[in-house]
Nanobody
């Protein structure tokens, strides 16, 4: 059984930075698809960034060079470094993984950007 646990969310001022972490417990291979999604109040969940099993990385159009996704296979952990945050980035951020056709979601971590 795989569990995903996010951490690193919180309140940050506009222009600030946060680093989210997603630690996977259980057996998760290094070629597992990993991603970050977010869902703002009243909006649909959207893809923030992902890392394909090939190592290719994709970002949502709204990222515009501000975020960086990375993974540490030794720690089964994926990170999301977020810079130049603005109020539109306020949302619950979810960690996601897909392995052998099974999808896993973390419980979410709240990111609030406000002065």
């Amino acid at each position: 059984q795989v569990q995903l646990v996010e951490s690193g969310g919180g309140l940050v001022q506009p222009g600030g930075s946060l680093r989210l972490s997603c630690a996977a417990s259980g057996s998760i291979g290094r070629f597992t698809y990993r991603a970050w999604y977010r869902q703002a109040a009243g909006k649909q969940r959207e893809l923030v960034a992902d890392i394909l099993p090939t190592g290719n990385i994709n970002y949502g159009n709204f990222v515009k060079g501000r975020f960086t996704i990375s993974r540490d296979n030794a720690k089964n952990t994926v990170y999301l470094q977020m810079n130049s945050l603005n109020s539109e980035d306020t949302a619950v951020y979810y960690c996601f993984a897909r392995m052998s056709g099974v999808e896993y979601w973390g419980q979410g971590t709240q990111v609030t950007v406000a002065s």
